[in-house]
């Protein structure tokens, strides 16, 4: 069974940088076609991806963010990191973590996020 | 970057109509859209991938179809735990969500 858990702080000020842990089991970060993303969801309002790191330490990142995000994998300790720097109550949103795999479908690779973590809300507010 | 439209933002069914939530894509993304439902103060789940395909456990009321740019979610028939917000997904270009529809009772 496939199980995640996003861990991290629920308050950070302005212009601070956020980190946030997902910490996983049921699958290994080092077996390949496996990718770890982020995504967030502010209140009331749609989900947006911000990054997925593979296997392979593949990693791509939400364009809109610019340089904001940075995404690490320690494969030891089966976790996945996701750095934002210079916070704004804009970010203010529940932060998923989500599991996925590359599988071939009818002869061509696909891919989607399952499962999900729970979700963290994390506020950025002074 | 690809944008994901979907239509309508917000729809009213009674338990038994057959519902159909449209996702357009700003450009071609062969197949590779996936639907996720969520539910109040509950991570998403996905229901559909690859555009067609249901994913193991997701009722056969569930279906999905479209190619290229175009794309549908189908409930054959509302039943009471569907209610919730559904979102479209591309992964053809790194991955980009539609801005939900909300599916509520009438």
């Not at chain 1, 699958?27 to 296997?55: D, H, M, N």
């Not at chain 1, 998923?96 to 996020?113: N, P």
């Not at chain 2, 933002?9 to 071609?28: E, F, K, M, P």
């Not at chain 2, 794309?71 to 997904?89: G, H, K, R, W």
């Amino acid at each position: 069974q496939i199980t995640l858990k996003e861990s991290g702080p629920t308050l950070v000020k302005p212009t601070q940088t956020l980190t946030l842990t997902c910490t996983f089991s049921g699958f290994s970060l080092t077996t390949s076609g496996v990718g770890v993303g982020w995504i967030r969801q502010a209140p009331g309002k749609a989900l947006e991806w911000l990054a997925v790191i593979y296997w392979d330490d593949d990693k791509r990142y939400n364009p809109s963010l610019g340089t904001r995000l940075t995404i690490t994998k320690d494969t030891s300790k089966n976790q996945v990191v996701l750095t934002m720097t210079n916070m704004d109550p804009v970010d203010t949103a529940t932060y998923y973590c989500a599991h996925r795999l590359i599988t071939m479908v009818r002869g061509a690779k696909f891919y989607w996020f399952d499962p999900w973590g729970q979700g963290t809300l994390v506020t950025v507010s002074s | 970057d690809i944008q994901m439209t979907q239509s309508p933002s917000s729809l009213s069914a009674s338990v038994g109509d057959r519902v159909t939530i449209t996702c357009r894509a700003s450009q071609t993304i062969g197949n590779y859209l996936n639907w996720y439902q969520q539910k109040p103060g509950k991570a998403p789940k996905v229901l559909i991938y690859a555009t067609s395909t249901l994913q193991s456990g997701v009722p056969s009321r569930f279906s999905g179809s479209g190619s290229r740019t175009d794309f549908t979610l189908t409930i054959s028939s509302v039943q009471p735990e569907d209610f919730a917000t559904y979102y479209c997904q591309q992964s053809y270009n790194s991955d980009t969500f539609g801005q939900g529809t909300k599916l509520e009772i009438k």
